[in-house]
């Protein structure tokens, strides 16, 4: 059996096309999105109607929650930017797009061969806000997620991929469809990665495997939709591909 994993797309159409390109030549059972789908990018409605028409279990991300709810529940407060684009956001959706991220849940669960489960979430099976690196000391990483050993784990929200032994089970980050970025960058200025990241889950005969996989993406295509958008602060998200180019 195997599993395509994708999360974090953050409104970014073109890079989800990409990894659905790559997808599609090769082979996976299922499609499990990860959360933070819609909210950040130039593209929330054309995200919206590619996971719909996939049909594929979407977890609830904190950036989907604050789309719908306009109420931060991490420690960050938004910036007067961040409200404007969410508002802008919205105005692209429609009453049943509305409807469609409301019903992202906050955990999905997948049985695997062998008797194992796949639990999939967003920041841990507990909160969307939750973070996992991989730098986190042991004693909070099997806190977050000691209950559920059992089980093979996966969780975004870092948008950095990750491998992590949990007991007899693991736990796997696949890195950020729609804004990868290197976490050591000594910036700023902030610099996004030119490809989008996703992993696919084997699991046959009592063997697990982890694919990470970095397709590359059409960086100008994403310029010209972001430039023509009319989305607020289009002009930082050229900048992060094209540094030194007028937005």
Do not use: K
């Amino acid at each position: 059996m195997r599993i395509a994993v994708i999360a974090d797309i953050h409104g970014n159409g073109v890079a989800l096309d990409a990894v659905l390109a790559d997808l599609a030549a090769r082979t996976a059972d299922r499609l499990v999105c990860l959360g933070d789908a819609v909210q950040g990018g130039a593209q929330p409605a054309e995200v919206v109607a590619r996971l719909r028409d996939l049909g594929c279990p979407v977890v609830l991300g904190n950036a989907d929650a604050w789309l719908l709810i306009g109420r931060a529940t991490g420690a960050e407060t938004p910036s007067e930017e961040q409200h404007a684009v969410r508002a802008w956001s919205l105005a692209q959706l429609s009453e049943a797009d509305r409807a469609f991220i409301a019903g992202f849940a906050p955990t999905f669960e997948l049985a695997l061969p062998a008797g194992r489960r796949l639990l999939c979430f967003h920041g841990s099976p507990a909160s969307f806000d939750d973070i996992l690196l991989p730098g986190t000391p042991e004693d909070e990483f099997r806190r977050l997620l000691g209950a559920h050993a059992a089980a093979v784990l996966t969780g975004g929200h870092t948008h950095l991929p990750q491998l992590r032994r949990l007991g007899d089970a693991l736990f796997f980050n696949p890195g950020s469809v729609g804004l990868a970025y290197d976490h050591q960058q000594p910036g700023p200025p902030f610099r996004a990665d030119p490809w989008a990241e996703y992993a696919i889950l084997s699991a046959e005969d009592g063997r697990l495997g982890v694919e990470f996989r970095r397709v590359p993406f059409d960086v100008a295509a994403l310029i010209r939709v972001t430039r023509a958008s009319g989305m607020p602060g289009a002009g930082a998200i050229v900048e992060r591909y094209r540094p030194g180019e007028p937005a």
